[in-house]
């Protein structure tokens, strides 16, 4: 009988090292880092594991995920990862009291409901001081339109699977962000039609 919980992400080892290398560009030295849906954990125990000098706080609504989020980081062996948090962007009550120096969400907003983006920003424009970045990776879309056919595919799927979820409009997210207090976004392409996003609060 198997008893490792731990699960697997294929596409976090695709993208891992490219998400450090823009944390080690915009993250200062030290600080806290409250990641939101970190589902398997994998890149919590890789990116806090090359990150020392910040305290990890991972969290997942999903009691398996959180899981998982323990067995990797217990069998990894990084002490700057915190036991994970029960947080569900949809639930303004799950939330910790923060402050935090800074906020990553990773594949998130395209798959849930719009509800849990409105849920993220509302508890950044919280828990975030001025200066502190919310840091977000994925596919988006650019003045309305896909930036590559296989992203088209890609929402064709996820709005099959549920029509509340979807490939989302940068600018939309951007709008949104500017109610909580966030400037204009810095946008990094990154590998697979992604971008990081990263907001930061005014």
């Not at 990641?35 to 806090?48: D, P, T």
């Amino acid at each position: 009988m198997n008893d490792d919980v731990r699960r697997h992400a294929p596409a976090t080892l695709r993208n891992r090292a490219p998400i450090l290398a823009i944390l080690e560009q915009v993250l200062p030295a030290t600080g806290h880092l409250l990641e939101v849906a970190s589902g398997s954990g994998e890149h919590a125990v890789f990116l806090a594991s090359h990150l020392g000098g910040w305290q990890w706080q991972p969290s997942d609504p999903d009691a398996d995920a959180r899981a998982s989020i323990a067995a990797w980081t217990q069998a990894e062996g990084v002490p700057n990862i915190a036991p994970p948090l029960a947080i569900n962007a949809l639930d303004p009550t799950s939330w910790p009291s923060g402050p935090f120096d800074a906020m990553l969400c990773v594949n998130m907003i395209h798959i849930a409901p719009w509800e849990a983006t409105l849920g993220l920003f509302a508890a950044a424009g919280r828990l975030l001081p001025t200066g502190a970045p919310l840091i977000l990776y994925g596919p988006y879309k650019r003045g309305g339109q896909h930036t590559a056919d296989s992203n088209a595919a890609f929402d064709a799927d996820l709005r099959a699977r549920d029509p509340r979820w979807g490939v989302r409009d940068l600018e939309t997210v951007a709008d949104l962000a500017a109610t909580h207090g966030f400037g204009a976004p810095a946008i990094h392409e990154m590998p697979a039609n992604n971008l990081t996003v990263i907001f930061t609060r005014q």
